[in-house]
Protein backbone atom coordinates (compact mmCIF):
# COMPACT_ATOMS: atom_id res chain seq x y z
CA UNK A 1 0.00 0.00 0.00
CA UNK A 2 3.00 2.06 0.91
CA UNK A 3 4.32 1.48 -2.61
CA UNK A 4 1.13 2.58 -4.24
CA UNK A 5 0.79 5.70 -2.73
CA UNK A 6 4.05 6.68 -3.94
CA UNK A 7 3.56 5.75 -7.28
CA UNK A 8 0.49 7.38 -8.47
CA UNK A 9 0.00 11.00 -6.10
CA UNK A 10 -1.71 12.45 -8.95
CA UNK A 11 -4.68 10.74 -10.41
CA UNK A 12 -6.48 12.22 -13.59
CA UNK A 13 -10.40 11.75 -14.19
CA UNK A 14 -9.76 9.83 -17.40
CA UNK A 15 -9.14 7.21 -14.40
CA UNK A 16 -11.47 8.89 -11.84
CA UNK A 17 -11.28 6.89 -8.70
CA UNK A 18 -14.33 5.24 -8.37
CA UNK A 19 -15.85 6.23 -4.44
CA UNK A 20 -14.30 3.26 -3.36
CA UNK A 21 -10.73 3.06 -4.90
CA UNK A 22 -10.66 6.99 -3.56
CA UNK A 23 -10.92 5.06 0.04
CA UNK A 24 -8.79 2.67 -0.61
CA UNK A 25 -6.14 4.88 -1.76
CA UNK A 26 -6.77 7.29 1.33
CA UNK A 27 -6.12 4.34 3.60
CA UNK A 28 -2.80 3.85 1.81
CA UNK A 29 -1.77 7.08 2.62
CA UNK A 30 -2.91 7.24 5.96
CA UNK A 31 -0.43 4.47 6.73
CA UNK A 32 2.29 5.95 4.88
CA UNK A 33 2.54 9.15 6.39
CA UNK A 34 2.42 7.32 9.80
CA UNK A 35 4.73 10.16 11.81
CA UNK A 36 2.45 13.09 11.26
CA UNK A 37 -0.20 12.17 13.17
CA UNK A 38 -2.53 15.05 12.67
CA UNK A 39 -2.75 14.03 9.21
CA UNK A 40 -3.70 10.29 10.02
CA UNK A 41 -6.70 11.68 12.25
CA UNK A 42 -7.92 14.04 9.40
CA UNK A 43 -7.59 11.15 7.06
CA UNK A 44 -9.15 8.71 9.54
CA UNK A 45 -12.11 11.02 10.14
CA UNK A 46 -12.88 11.72 6.73
CA UNK A 47 -12.31 7.88 6.17
CA UNK A 48 -14.80 6.59 9.06
CA UNK A 49 -17.40 9.27 7.19
CA UNK A 50 -17.47 8.24 4.15
CA UNK A 51 -17.36 4.25 5.30
CA UNK A 52 -20.40 4.72 7.17
CA UNK A 53 -22.67 2.24 4.86
CA UNK A 54 -26.09 4.62 4.36
CA UNK A 55 -28.52 3.27 1.91
CA UNK A 56 -28.84 5.39 -1.33
CA UNK A 57 -24.74 4.79 -2.67
CA UNK A 58 -22.40 7.13 -3.36
CA UNK A 59 -25.63 9.87 -4.06
CA UNK A 60 -26.31 10.38 -0.35
CA UNK A 61 -22.75 10.53 0.89
CA UNK A 62 -20.83 13.59 1.30
CA UNK A 63 -18.21 13.85 -1.30
CA UNK A 64 -14.85 12.97 -0.42
CA UNK A 65 -13.07 16.10 0.27
CA UNK A 66 -9.84 15.84 -0.77
CA UNK A 67 -11.07 14.21 -4.50
CA UNK A 68 -7.83 14.05 -6.73
CA UNK A 69 -8.91 15.03 -10.00
CA UNK A 70 -6.63 17.60 -12.54
CA UNK A 71 -8.82 20.45 -14.07
CA UNK A 72 -9.79 20.24 -17.54
CA UNK A 73 -10.63 16.32 -17.03
CA UNK A 74 -13.90 16.67 -15.46
CA UNK A 75 -17.13 14.66 -15.09
CA UNK A 76 -20.83 15.03 -15.92
CA UNK A 77 -22.48 15.92 -12.84
CA UNK A 78 -26.12 17.21 -13.78
CA UNK A 79 -27.30 17.93 -16.66
CA UNK A 80 -27.83 21.55 -18.05
CA UNK A 81 -29.21 21.77 -21.41
CA UNK A 82 -32.34 19.42 -21.21
CA UNK A 83 -35.13 17.60 -23.41
CA UNK A 84 -38.05 16.27 -21.81
CA UNK A 85 -40.36 12.90 -22.22
CA UNK A 86 -40.25 10.77 -25.60
CA UNK A 87 -43.21 8.58 -26.68
CA UNK A 88 -42.60 5.40 -28.22
CA UNK A 89 -45.57 2.84 -29.63
CA UNK A 90 -45.49 -0.35 -31.67
CA UNK A 91 -48.68 -0.43 -34.69
CA UNK A 92 -49.55 -2.59 -37.87
CA UNK A 93 -47.04 -0.85 -39.86
CA UNK A 94 -44.18 -0.51 -37.72
CA UNK A 95 -43.01 1.54 -34.86
CA UNK A 96 -44.14 5.58 -33.77
CA UNK A 97 -41.91 8.05 -31.93
CA UNK A 98 -43.11 11.34 -30.79
CA UNK A 99 -41.18 14.46 -28.76
CA UNK A 100 -41.85 17.95 -28.60
CA UNK A 101 -38.98 20.32 -30.09
CA UNK A 102 -38.30 21.90 -26.65
CA UNK A 103 -34.67 22.34 -25.00
CA UNK A 104 -34.47 23.95 -21.50
CA UNK A 105 -32.04 25.53 -19.88
CA UNK A 106 -33.07 24.89 -16.02
CA UNK A 107 -36.28 26.59 -16.19
CA UNK A 108 -35.94 28.83 -19.56
CA UNK A 109 -37.37 27.47 -22.49
CA UNK A 110 -34.22 28.60 -24.77
CA UNK A 111 -34.64 26.43 -27.71
CA UNK A 112 -37.93 26.26 -29.00
CA UNK A 113 -37.30 24.28 -31.90
CA UNK A 114 -34.56 21.55 -31.25
CA UNK A 115 -34.61 17.83 -33.12
CA UNK A 116 -35.14 15.12 -30.91
CA UNK A 117 -36.45 12.55 -33.20
CA UNK A 118 -32.85 11.71 -35.22
CA UNK A 119 -32.59 8.95 -38.27
CA UNK A 120 -29.46 6.82 -37.52
CA UNK A 121 -29.77 5.51 -40.54
CA UNK A 122 -32.24 4.11 -43.64
CA UNK A 123 -34.20 1.60 -40.60
CA UNK A 124 -33.36 3.14 -37.37
CA UNK A 125 -34.86 5.85 -35.45
CA UNK A 126 -33.84 7.35 -32.57
CA UNK A 127 -35.05 9.57 -29.78
CA UNK A 128 -33.23 11.44 -26.76
CA UNK A 129 -34.08 12.69 -23.29
CA UNK A 130 -32.22 14.38 -20.89
CA UNK A 131 -28.80 16.28 -21.86
CA UNK A 132 -28.92 17.77 -25.58
CA UNK A 133 -25.25 17.83 -25.81
CA UNK A 134 -24.80 14.13 -24.91
CA UNK A 135 -27.26 13.70 -27.92
CA UNK A 136 -26.29 15.25 -30.34
CA UNK A 137 -22.51 13.21 -29.15
CA UNK A 138 -24.52 10.02 -29.39
CA UNK A 139 -26.31 10.83 -32.77
CA UNK A 140 -23.06 11.65 -34.32
CA UNK A 141 -21.44 8.42 -33.19
CA UNK A 142 -24.42 6.38 -34.98
CA UNK A 143 -23.97 8.49 -37.84
CA UNK A 144 -19.75 7.95 -38.12
CA UNK A 145 -21.08 4.14 -37.76
CA UNK A 146 -23.69 4.28 -40.23
CA UNK A 147 -21.15 5.80 -42.41
CA UNK A 148 -18.29 3.28 -42.04
CA UNK A 149 -20.93 0.13 -42.58
CA UNK A 150 -21.91 2.09 -45.74
CA UNK A 151 -18.74 2.30 -47.01
CA UNK A 152 -17.27 -1.09 -46.21
CA UNK A 153 -20.41 -2.57 -47.50
CA UNK A 154 -20.71 -5.24 -50.26
CA UNK A 155 -22.56 -2.57 -52.54
CA UNK A 156 -22.77 0.95 -52.34
CA UNK A 157 -26.64 1.14 -53.11
CA UNK A 158 -28.31 1.25 -50.29
CA UNK A 159 -31.29 -1.14 -51.77
CA UNK A 160 -29.19 -3.72 -52.31
CA UNK A 161 -27.42 -3.78 -48.85
CA UNK A 162 -27.82 -5.03 -45.58
CA UNK A 163 -25.07 -4.11 -43.80
CA UNK A 164 -26.85 -1.15 -42.16
CA UNK A 165 -27.56 -1.53 -38.51
CA UNK A 166 -31.03 -2.51 -37.66
CA UNK A 167 -32.33 -1.20 -34.19
CA UNK A 168 -31.43 -3.97 -31.99
CA UNK A 169 -28.16 -3.69 -33.13
CA UNK A 170 -27.84 0.05 -32.16
CA UNK A 171 -29.43 -0.38 -29.37
CA UNK A 172 -26.91 -3.23 -27.96
CA UNK A 173 -24.33 -1.53 -29.21
CA UNK A 174 -25.79 1.93 -27.39
CA UNK A 175 -26.18 -0.16 -24.37
CA UNK A 176 -22.80 -0.71 -24.01
CA UNK A 177 -21.64 2.97 -24.81
CA UNK A 178 -23.82 3.67 -21.87
CA UNK A 179 -22.40 0.96 -19.55
CA UNK A 180 -19.05 1.72 -20.38
CA UNK A 181 -19.03 5.60 -19.79
CA UNK A 182 -21.00 5.06 -16.10
CA UNK A 183 -18.62 2.62 -15.35
CA UNK A 184 -15.79 5.32 -15.76
CA UNK A 185 -18.45 7.85 -13.41
CA UNK A 186 -18.78 10.27 -16.61
CA UNK A 187 -22.31 9.11 -18.03
CA UNK A 188 -23.87 10.46 -20.71
CA UNK A 189 -27.25 11.88 -19.58
CA UNK A 190 -29.91 10.35 -21.33
CA UNK A 191 -32.79 8.52 -22.27
CA UNK A 192 -32.39 6.96 -25.37
CA UNK A 193 -35.56 5.20 -26.95
CA UNK A 194 -34.54 3.05 -30.47
CA UNK A 195 -37.18 2.27 -33.18
CA UNK A 196 -37.04 0.31 -35.86
CA UNK A 197 -37.26 -3.74 -36.70
CA UNK A 198 -35.02 -6.37 -36.04
CA UNK A 199 -32.71 -8.59 -38.31
CA UNK A 200 -33.28 -11.68 -39.61
CA UNK A 201 -30.28 -14.19 -39.84
CA UNK A 202 -29.66 -13.78 -43.17
CA UNK A 203 -29.39 -9.82 -42.93
CA UNK A 204 -32.43 -8.55 -44.48
CA UNK A 205 -35.19 -6.53 -42.32
CA UNK A 206 -37.46 -8.45 -40.39
CA UNK A 207 -41.23 -8.00 -40.35
CA UNK A 208 -41.03 -7.87 -36.93
CA UNK A 209 -40.92 -4.21 -35.17
CA UNK A 210 -38.82 -3.40 -32.52
CA UNK A 211 -38.85 -0.78 -30.24
CA UNK A 212 -35.95 -0.72 -27.12
CA UNK A 213 -34.35 1.71 -24.57
CA UNK A 214 -31.28 2.56 -22.82
CA UNK A 215 -30.86 4.82 -19.99
CA UNK A 216 -28.30 6.54 -18.44
CA UNK A 217 -26.54 3.40 -16.70
CA UNK A 218 -27.59 1.18 -19.44
CA UNK A 219 -30.20 -0.38 -18.17
CA UNK A 220 -31.92 -1.84 -21.42
CA UNK A 221 -35.18 -3.55 -21.97
CA UNK A 222 -37.84 -3.43 -24.88
CA UNK A 223 -41.30 -3.10 -24.97
CA UNK A 224 -44.75 -2.48 -26.64
CA UNK A 225 -45.06 0.87 -25.35
CA UNK A 226 -42.31 3.09 -24.07
CA UNK A 227 -41.96 6.65 -22.26
CA UNK A 228 -39.13 8.50 -20.89
CA UNK A 229 -39.16 10.96 -18.13
CA UNK A 230 -42.52 12.78 -16.91
CA UNK A 231 -44.05 10.63 -19.89
CA UNK A 232 -43.70 7.65 -17.61
CA UNK A 233 -46.03 8.67 -15.15
CA UNK A 234 -48.71 10.68 -17.06
CA UNK A 235 -48.65 8.97 -20.71
CA UNK A 236 -47.22 5.87 -20.26
CA UNK A 237 -50.46 4.87 -18.18
CA UNK A 238 -53.12 6.15 -20.87
CA UNK A 239 -51.31 4.42 -23.71
CA UNK A 240 -50.99 1.08 -21.66
CA UNK A 241 -55.03 1.58 -21.31
CA UNK A 242 -55.22 2.14 -25.30
CA UNK A 243 -52.71 -0.18 -26.53
CA UNK A 244 -53.73 -2.65 -29.35
CA UNK A 245 -51.11 -4.65 -31.24
CA UNK A 246 -53.12 -3.80 -34.78
CA UNK A 247 -53.23 -0.12 -34.47
CA UNK A 248 -53.56 1.51 -38.12
CA UNK A 249 -51.63 4.95 -38.40
CA UNK A 250 -53.83 7.50 -37.76
CA UNK A 251 -54.88 5.53 -34.09
CA UNK A 252 -51.43 5.33 -33.45
CA UNK A 253 -50.77 9.18 -34.04
CA UNK A 254 -53.31 10.58 -32.07
CA UNK A 255 -52.61 8.41 -29.50
CA UNK A 256 -49.09 10.07 -28.88
CA UNK A 257 -50.77 13.21 -30.08
CA UNK A 258 -52.94 13.28 -27.31
CA UNK A 259 -50.04 11.89 -24.61
CA UNK A 260 -47.97 15.05 -25.92
CA UNK A 261 -51.13 17.42 -25.46
CA UNK A 262 -51.49 16.16 -21.67
CA UNK A 263 -48.21 16.01 -21.00
CA UNK A 264 -48.08 19.93 -22.30
CA UNK A 265 -50.29 20.43 -19.74
CA UNK A 266 -49.11 19.30 -16.86
CA UNK A 267 -44.75 18.72 -17.17
CA UNK A 268 -43.65 22.36 -16.88
CA UNK A 269 -40.62 21.65 -19.15
CA UNK A 270 -42.55 20.53 -22.43
CA UNK A 271 -44.09 22.29 -25.36
CA UNK A 272 -46.71 22.16 -27.90
CA UNK A 273 -45.08 22.42 -30.80
CA UNK A 274 -44.19 18.69 -31.44
CA UNK A 275 -42.47 16.36 -33.90
CA UNK A 276 -43.72 12.77 -35.28
CA UNK A 277 -41.73 10.16 -36.41
CA UNK A 278 -42.17 6.80 -37.65
CA UNK A 279 -40.16 3.67 -39.22
CA UNK A 280 -41.84 1.52 -41.91
CA UNK A 281 -41.44 -1.52 -43.76
CA UNK A 282 -41.74 -0.68 -46.58
CA UNK A 283 -41.18 3.35 -46.32
CA UNK A 284 -37.97 3.10 -44.40
CA UNK A 285 -37.61 6.18 -41.58
CA UNK A 286 -39.67 9.47 -42.05
CA UNK A 287 -39.51 11.86 -39.33
CA UNK A 288 -42.11 14.93 -39.80
CA UNK A 289 -41.92 18.68 -39.23
CA UNK A 290 -42.68 20.62 -36.42
CA UNK A 291 -45.97 21.29 -35.93
CA UNK A 292 -48.47 23.04 -33.14
CA UNK A 293 -50.96 21.36 -31.37
CA UNK A 294 -54.20 23.14 -30.42
CA UNK A 295 -54.44 22.99 -26.43
CA UNK A 296 -57.78 23.74 -24.71
CA UNK A 297 -57.56 25.92 -21.41
CA UNK A 298 -61.54 26.06 -20.83
CA UNK A 299 -61.76 22.46 -18.35
CA UNK A 300 -63.30 23.61 -15.36
CA UNK A 301 -60.89 21.63 -13.11
CA UNK A 302 -57.94 24.83 -15.19
CA UNK A 303 -60.36 27.44 -14.47
CA UNK A 304 -62.24 27.33 -11.47
CA UNK A 305 -60.31 27.82 -7.84
CA UNK A 306 -60.26 24.63 -6.06
CA UNK A 307 -60.50 26.14 -2.93
CA UNK A 308 -63.92 27.59 -3.66
CA UNK A 309 -65.18 23.76 -4.76
CA UNK A 310 -66.24 24.23 -1.24
CA UNK A 311 -64.62 20.74 -0.13
CA UNK A 312 -60.67 20.95 1.98
CA UNK A 313 -59.52 23.29 -1.35
CA UNK A 314 -55.84 22.64 -2.62
CA UNK A 315 -54.34 24.00 -5.61
CA UNK B 1 25.03 33.76 26.93
CA UNK B 2 24.49 31.92 30.06
CA UNK B 3 20.38 33.28 29.29
CA UNK B 4 20.82 31.56 26.22
CA UNK B 5 21.86 28.69 27.01
CA UNK B 6 18.98 28.24 29.77
CA UNK B 7 16.26 29.19 27.63
CA UNK B 8 17.28 26.29 25.03
CA UNK B 9 17.69 23.62 27.58
CA UNK B 10 14.70 24.56 29.15
CA UNK B 11 11.78 22.53 28.66
CA UNK B 12 8.85 24.59 26.61
CA UNK B 13 5.62 24.71 28.97
CA UNK B 14 2.63 24.68 26.18
CA UNK B 15 2.38 21.26 24.88
CA UNK B 16 3.36 21.39 20.57
CA UNK B 17 0.75 22.26 18.79
CA UNK B 18 1.25 18.93 16.28
CA UNK B 19 1.39 16.55 19.13
CA UNK B 20 -2.07 15.17 20.39
CA UNK B 21 -3.35 12.54 22.90
CA UNK B 22 -4.41 9.88 20.38
CA UNK B 23 -1.89 8.10 19.40
CA UNK B 24 -3.08 5.61 16.56
CA UNK B 25 -6.29 5.62 14.90
CA UNK B 26 -7.94 2.54 16.78
CA UNK B 27 -7.24 4.46 20.05
CA UNK B 28 -9.24 7.76 18.76
CA UNK B 29 -12.36 6.03 17.75
CA UNK B 30 -12.07 3.92 20.50
CA UNK B 31 -12.01 7.39 22.79
CA UNK B 32 -15.08 8.64 20.68
CA UNK B 33 -17.15 5.54 21.16
CA UNK B 34 -16.43 6.19 24.86
CA UNK B 35 -18.44 8.85 25.11
CA UNK B 36 -22.57 8.67 25.60
CA UNK B 37 -23.32 6.07 23.14
CA UNK B 38 -25.32 8.93 21.30
CA UNK B 39 -22.29 10.76 20.00
CA UNK B 40 -20.50 8.24 18.01
CA UNK B 41 -19.36 8.02 14.63
CA UNK B 42 -20.85 5.18 12.94
CA UNK B 43 -19.28 2.31 11.83
CA UNK B 44 -22.27 0.55 10.07
CA UNK B 45 -25.83 1.37 9.03
CA UNK B 46 -27.22 -0.94 11.75
CA UNK B 47 -26.29 1.34 14.32
CA UNK B 48 -29.63 3.90 13.70
CA UNK B 49 -27.71 5.79 10.63
CA UNK B 50 -26.89 8.19 12.76
CA UNK B 51 -23.90 10.58 11.69
CA UNK B 52 -22.30 13.72 13.58
CA UNK B 53 -20.42 15.78 12.10
CA UNK B 54 -16.66 16.35 13.12
CA UNK B 55 -13.89 18.69 13.02
CA UNK B 56 -10.17 18.98 14.11
CA UNK B 57 -8.10 21.84 13.96
CA UNK B 58 -5.10 19.73 14.99
CA UNK B 59 -5.23 20.44 18.61
CA UNK B 60 -9.08 19.50 19.49
CA UNK B 61 -11.44 17.17 18.25
CA UNK B 62 -14.58 18.55 18.55
CA UNK B 63 -17.70 16.71 17.78
CA UNK B 64 -21.40 18.25 16.95
CA UNK B 65 -20.40 21.34 17.86
CA UNK B 66 -20.90 24.22 15.12
CA UNK B 67 -24.05 24.85 13.43
CA UNK B 68 -24.46 21.20 12.60
CA UNK B 69 -27.18 18.72 14.64
CA UNK B 70 -25.85 15.92 16.79
CA UNK B 71 -26.58 12.12 16.19
CA UNK B 72 -29.48 13.04 13.70
CA UNK B 73 -31.09 10.13 12.33
CA UNK B 74 -31.93 9.86 8.35
CA UNK B 75 -35.19 8.83 7.00
CA UNK B 76 -35.91 4.75 5.85
CA UNK B 77 -35.37 6.11 2.40
CA UNK B 78 -31.79 7.35 3.55
CA UNK B 79 -32.39 10.80 1.60
CA UNK B 80 -32.07 13.63 4.38
CA UNK B 81 -32.66 16.57 1.73
CA UNK B 82 -30.21 18.37 4.22
CA UNK B 83 -33.12 18.47 7.08
CA UNK B 84 -31.27 17.15 9.91
CA UNK B 85 -27.80 16.92 8.34
CA UNK B 86 -25.53 19.75 6.43
CA UNK B 87 -26.68 19.89 2.90
CA UNK B 88 -24.54 18.17 0.24
CA UNK B 89 -24.80 17.87 -3.38
CA UNK B 90 -26.26 14.95 -5.12
CA UNK B 91 -23.73 12.75 -6.93
CA UNK B 92 -24.28 10.60 -9.75
CA UNK B 93 -25.23 6.95 -8.80
CA UNK B 94 -23.88 4.33 -11.20
CA UNK B 95 -26.08 2.08 -9.20
CA UNK B 96 -29.72 1.93 -9.64
CA UNK B 97 -32.03 -0.49 -7.56
CA UNK B 98 -34.54 -1.98 -10.27
CA UNK B 99 -35.99 -4.60 -7.70
CA UNK B 100 -37.45 -8.49 -7.89
CA UNK B 101 -37.02 -11.19 -6.50
CA UNK B 102 -35.56 -14.79 -7.15
CA UNK B 103 -35.77 -18.12 -5.35
CA UNK B 104 -34.75 -21.38 -5.94
CA UNK B 105 -35.14 -24.83 -4.23
CA UNK B 106 -32.95 -27.98 -4.64
CA UNK B 107 -34.57 -31.71 -4.79
CA UNK B 108 -33.29 -35.20 -5.09
CA UNK B 109 -32.74 -35.13 -8.76
CA UNK B 110 -34.25 -31.57 -9.72
CA UNK B 111 -33.70 -27.93 -9.42
CA UNK B 112 -37.11 -25.58 -9.33
CA UNK B 113 -35.98 -21.87 -9.70
CA UNK B 114 -38.39 -18.31 -10.12
CA UNK B 115 -38.31 -14.84 -10.29
CA UNK B 116 -40.91 -12.60 -11.04
CA UNK B 117 -40.97 -10.23 -14.09
CA UNK B 118 -41.29 -6.77 -12.95
CA UNK B 119 -38.74 -4.09 -13.63
CA UNK B 120 -38.97 -1.13 -11.48
CA UNK B 121 -37.22 1.83 -10.71
CA UNK B 122 -37.91 4.27 -7.66
CA UNK B 123 -41.91 3.92 -7.82
CA UNK B 124 -42.13 3.74 -11.46
CA UNK B 125 -42.69 0.19 -13.48
CA UNK B 126 -40.33 0.71 -16.00
CA UNK B 127 -41.92 -3.09 -17.96
CA UNK B 128 -43.69 -6.32 -16.80
CA UNK B 129 -42.10 -8.88 -18.40
CA UNK B 130 -38.45 -9.13 -18.24
CA UNK B 131 -36.82 -12.24 -17.57
CA UNK B 132 -34.58 -12.60 -14.02
CA UNK B 133 -33.44 -16.00 -15.66
CA UNK B 134 -30.62 -16.71 -17.66
CA UNK B 135 -29.58 -20.47 -18.53
CA UNK B 136 -26.14 -20.79 -18.21
CA UNK B 137 -26.12 -24.67 -19.94
CA UNK B 138 -28.73 -27.02 -20.64
CA UNK B 139 -27.91 -27.80 -16.81
CA UNK B 140 -28.10 -24.50 -14.88
CA UNK B 141 -29.79 -21.49 -14.41
CA UNK B 142 -28.76 -17.91 -13.04
CA UNK B 143 -31.36 -16.33 -11.27
CA UNK B 144 -30.38 -12.34 -11.01
CA UNK B 145 -32.06 -9.24 -9.38
CA UNK B 146 -30.49 -5.80 -8.25
CA UNK B 147 -29.04 -3.37 -11.02
CA UNK B 148 -30.40 -4.58 -14.30
CA UNK B 149 -27.70 -3.08 -16.45
CA UNK B 150 -25.26 -4.95 -14.15
CA UNK B 151 -27.05 -8.16 -13.80
CA UNK B 152 -27.00 -7.71 -18.12
CA UNK B 153 -23.43 -7.19 -18.04
CA UNK B 154 -22.74 -9.93 -15.63
CA UNK B 155 -24.20 -12.43 -17.74
CA UNK B 156 -22.91 -11.08 -20.98
CA UNK B 157 -19.30 -12.04 -19.24
CA UNK B 158 -20.22 -15.42 -17.95
CA UNK B 159 -21.49 -16.54 -21.27
CA UNK B 160 -18.25 -15.50 -22.81
CA UNK B 161 -16.14 -17.71 -19.48
CA UNK B 162 -18.75 -20.60 -20.19
CA UNK B 163 -17.73 -20.15 -24.87
CA UNK B 164 -14.02 -19.93 -23.64
CA UNK B 165 -14.19 -23.14 -21.27
CA UNK B 166 -16.65 -25.36 -23.81
CA UNK B 167 -14.30 -24.42 -26.39
CA UNK B 168 -11.26 -25.15 -24.58
CA UNK B 169 -12.23 -28.57 -22.67
CA UNK B 170 -14.48 -29.90 -25.55
CA UNK B 171 -17.65 -30.07 -22.87
CA UNK B 172 -19.96 -27.59 -21.35
CA UNK B 173 -18.86 -26.49 -17.66
CA UNK B 174 -20.63 -28.55 -14.69
CA UNK B 175 -22.92 -26.86 -12.36
CA UNK B 176 -20.55 -26.74 -9.21
CA UNK B 177 -17.75 -25.29 -11.76
CA UNK B 178 -20.01 -22.33 -12.95
CA UNK B 179 -20.89 -22.18 -8.95
CA UNK B 180 -16.93 -21.73 -8.38
CA UNK B 181 -16.37 -19.31 -11.67
CA UNK B 182 -19.32 -17.32 -11.01
CA UNK B 183 -18.07 -15.93 -7.66
CA UNK B 184 -14.65 -15.09 -8.89
CA UNK B 185 -16.11 -12.96 -11.39
CA UNK B 186 -17.98 -11.30 -8.64
CA UNK B 187 -15.09 -10.65 -6.76
CA UNK B 188 -12.53 -9.86 -9.62
CA UNK B 189 -15.16 -6.44 -9.73
CA UNK B 190 -14.52 -6.29 -6.00
CA UNK B 191 -14.15 -2.20 -5.53
CA UNK B 192 -16.45 -1.74 -7.68
CA UNK B 193 -19.24 -4.37 -7.12
CA UNK B 194 -21.31 -5.72 -9.85
CA UNK B 195 -25.26 -4.73 -7.42
CA UNK B 196 -26.67 -8.41 -8.43
CA UNK B 197 -28.20 -10.92 -6.21
CA UNK B 198 -27.92 -13.98 -7.75
CA UNK B 199 -28.87 -17.64 -6.99
CA UNK B 200 -27.53 -20.26 -9.00
CA UNK B 201 -29.86 -23.63 -9.74
CA UNK B 202 -29.19 -26.67 -11.92
CA UNK B 203 -28.57 -30.39 -12.06
CA UNK B 204 -25.17 -31.64 -10.71
CA UNK B 205 -22.62 -34.32 -12.36
CA UNK B 206 -24.49 -36.78 -10.52
CA UNK B 207 -28.15 -35.71 -11.42
CA UNK B 208 -28.76 -33.93 -7.58
CA UNK B 209 -30.24 -30.61 -7.34
CA UNK B 210 -27.66 -28.41 -6.55
CA UNK B 211 -28.34 -24.40 -5.32
CA UNK B 212 -26.08 -21.42 -4.65
CA UNK B 213 -26.04 -18.51 -2.88
CA UNK B 214 -24.19 -15.31 -3.13
CA UNK B 215 -23.95 -12.11 -2.28
CA UNK B 216 -23.05 -9.08 -4.36
CA UNK B 217 -19.22 -9.71 -4.13
CA UNK B 218 -19.06 -13.66 -4.38
CA UNK B 219 -19.02 -15.31 -1.09
CA UNK B 220 -21.32 -18.41 -1.78
CA UNK B 221 -22.12 -21.23 -0.56
CA UNK B 222 -24.70 -25.05 -1.65
CA UNK B 223 -27.66 -24.59 0.19
CA UNK B 224 -31.21 -26.27 0.15
CA UNK B 225 -32.63 -23.72 -1.25
CA UNK B 226 -32.27 -19.52 -1.66
CA UNK B 227 -33.95 -16.42 -1.67
CA UNK B 228 -32.34 -12.79 -2.49
CA UNK B 229 -34.10 -9.56 -3.97
CA UNK B 230 -36.54 -7.58 -2.53
CA UNK B 231 -39.01 -9.91 -1.25
CA UNK B 232 -36.23 -12.31 0.08
CA UNK B 233 -37.50 -11.29 4.02
CA UNK B 234 -40.72 -12.43 3.19
CA UNK B 235 -39.42 -16.02 1.35
CA UNK B 236 -36.85 -16.99 3.25
CA UNK B 237 -39.08 -17.61 6.93
CA UNK B 238 -41.50 -19.59 4.88
CA UNK B 239 -39.03 -21.91 3.16
CA UNK B 240 -37.52 -22.64 6.30
CA UNK B 241 -40.76 -24.13 7.55
CA UNK B 242 -41.92 -25.82 4.04
CA UNK B 243 -38.72 -26.60 2.72
CA UNK B 244 -36.73 -27.44 5.63
CA UNK B 245 -39.22 -28.07 8.03
CA UNK B 246 -38.18 -26.34 10.96
CA UNK B 247 -40.00 -25.84 13.57
CA UNK B 248 -42.40 -28.70 12.48
CA UNK B 249 -43.92 -31.57 14.40
CA UNK B 250 -44.63 -33.82 11.60
CA UNK B 251 -42.11 -36.22 9.54
CA UNK B 252 -39.78 -34.21 7.04
CA UNK B 253 -40.33 -36.09 3.40
CA UNK B 254 -39.02 -35.36 0.12
CA UNK B 255 -41.00 -33.18 -2.30
CA UNK B 256 -41.58 -33.75 -5.55
CA UNK B 257 -41.10 -31.02 -8.30
CA UNK B 258 -44.90 -30.38 -8.91
CA UNK B 259 -45.64 -29.98 -5.20
CA UNK B 260 -42.71 -27.84 -4.84
CA UNK B 261 -43.67 -25.70 -8.07
CA UNK B 262 -46.82 -25.13 -6.09
CA UNK B 263 -45.33 -23.78 -2.87
CA UNK B 264 -43.09 -21.30 -5.20
CA UNK B 265 -46.70 -20.27 -6.41
CA UNK B 266 -47.75 -19.50 -3.02
CA UNK B 267 -44.61 -18.14 -2.04
CA UNK B 268 -44.75 -15.35 -5.08
CA UNK B 269 -48.01 -14.14 -4.08
CA UNK B 270 -47.00 -14.31 -0.58
CA UNK B 271 -44.16 -11.76 -1.67
CA UNK B 272 -46.44 -9.85 -4.37
CA UNK B 273 -48.44 -8.90 -1.37
CA UNK B 274 -46.42 -7.14 0.54
CA UNK B 275 -42.98 -6.31 -1.90
CA UNK B 276 -44.14 -3.27 -3.93
CA UNK B 277 -40.69 -4.47 -6.38
CA UNK B 278 -42.39 -8.27 -6.47
CA UNK B 279 -45.46 -8.70 -8.80
CA UNK B 280 -47.05 -8.76 -12.40
CA UNK B 281 -45.81 -12.45 -13.15
CA UNK B 282 -43.45 -15.22 -12.31
CA UNK B 283 -41.16 -17.25 -14.19
CA UNK B 284 -40.71 -21.19 -12.92
CA UNK B 285 -38.16 -23.22 -14.31
CA UNK B 286 -37.82 -26.50 -13.54
CA UNK B 287 -34.30 -28.18 -14.20
CA UNK B 288 -33.56 -31.84 -14.38
CA UNK B 289 -30.75 -33.57 -15.98
CA UNK B 290 -33.04 -34.53 -19.42
CA UNK B 291 -33.90 -30.95 -19.80
CA UNK B 292 -35.81 -27.62 -18.44
CA UNK B 293 -39.32 -27.33 -18.46
CA UNK B 294 -40.81 -23.76 -17.72
CA UNK B 295 -44.15 -21.80 -16.72
CA UNK B 296 -45.17 -18.64 -16.62
CA UNK B 297 -47.85 -18.01 -13.54
CA UNK B 298 -49.71 -14.49 -13.14
CA UNK B 299 -49.33 -12.41 -10.09
CA UNK B 300 -51.45 -9.49 -9.39
CA UNK B 301 -50.32 -6.51 -11.13
CA UNK B 302 -50.69 -3.79 -8.16
Known sequence: LKDDAKKSPVRTSQNA????????????????????????????????????????????????????????????????????SVLGIKYRDGVMLAADTLCSYGSLAKYKNARRLLPVNSRTLIGG??????????????????????????????????????????????????????????????DIVVAGFRQNDDGSTSEEPFLGIVDKIGTAYEDDILATGFGGYIALPLMREKYRPDMEEGEARALLEDSLRILFYRDCRALNRVQIAKVTRDGGVLVSDPYELDTYWDFKGFVTNKGEMGTDGGW | SDRGMEKRNQTPTSPNPHATTMTSFLSATAAVRSRNGEKCLPIHNSEGGATISVSFDGQNLAIGTGKYPT???????????????????????????????????????????AADTRLSSGYEILS????????????????????????????????????????????????????????????YKRFFPYYAFNVLAGVDSEGKGAVYSYDAIGSFERTPFSASGSGQSFL???????????????????????????????AFITA????????????????????????LFQLKAD
Open chain 2, 128 to 187: RNISKLHPLTEKCVLGSAGCKTDVDQLRSVLDIKMKVYAHNHRKPMATPSVAQMLGNTLY
Open chain 2, 71 to 113: ASYHDDVGIDHGITQAPWERRFSPYEFNGGTTLAISGKDYAVV
Open chain 1, 17 to 84: PTPFQILYFKYATAISTIPSSTSILTTALILTMSLSLQPGGSSTRAPPTGTLSAPGNAVTTRPITTGT
Open chain 1, 129 to 190: SGEYSDLQAIDDLLRRNALEDRCTADSLYEEENDAEDCAKEVWSYLRAVMYNRRSKMNPLWN
Open chain 2, 236 to 266: IPLMDNVISHKNRLDEKRDLEAEEVVEIVKD
Open chain 2, 272 to 295: GERDIYTGDAVEIMIIRSDGIQKE
